[in-house]
């Protein structure tokens, strides 16, 4: 019985360190903190989004946030989460952070002006429309919302957001 036991204890250990390498080669620029719960929970929260479950993943994201364990990524998963919910006021909160945390989150800086343009904010959200028109590119960002692309925002998608950008900015030029 001990054996036995013994036997279903490390056949456990053994799985559970599988699935976590396997998460992690899987999602490895979501992996950034020492604790393996804490990143599997990030790569839940991005399922959850990526799943449309945004109720689960704005749970994760803000468990994350009260544990203290914030960055840019973190934050943007926040706002995008609140974004879906219609929660303006949040999501507006969780972007304004992301991009005081990262100046270069241009997915942050997308999503608020869309969230300002829905309030009738159009100066504010050509603000941040025309940042990221200005922006120049330095390196890719972890971005969860590509979560089929290595949880990275590359060249391709920033340029792909600029010229979403110019339209949205072409649009606010347009109505007035």
């Not at 303006?88 to 270069?104: L, R, V």
């Not at 942050?108 to 829905?118: E, F």
């Not at 920033?158 to 949205?168: I, T, V, Y």
Request: glycine letters at 4%.
């Amino acid at each position: 019985m001990k054996k036995c036991l013994l036997f279903i204890i490390c056949l456990t250990g053994i799985l559970l360190y599988y699935c976590s390498s396997v998460q992690y080669g899987k999602h490895k620029s979501l992996w950034r903190f020492n604790d393996p719960y804490i990143n599997q929970t990030i790569i839940n929260a991005w399922e959850n989004v990526y799943k449309r479950r945004y109720e689960w993943a704005a749970l994760d994201f803000t468990r994350l946030i009260q544990k203290n364990y914030i960055d840019y990524d973190i934050l943007f998963g926040a706002g995008l989460s609140y974004y879906f919910m219609n929660e303006s006021k949040k999501a507006m909160d969780y972007f304004t952070q992301a991009i005081e945390k990262n100046p270069h989150h241009f997915e942050a800086y997308y999503y608020r002006a869309k969230l300002l343009l829905s309030q009738g904010a159009h100066a504010k959200a050509k603000q941040d429309l025309e940042a990221i028109i200005y922006m120049k590119y330095d390196e890719p960002i972890i971005c969860g919302y590509y979560f089929t692309n290595d949880d990275i925002a590359d060249i391709h998608v920033f340029k792909s957001r600029q010229k979403e950008a110019q339209s949205l900015l072409m649009a606010i030029a347009h109505d007035r």
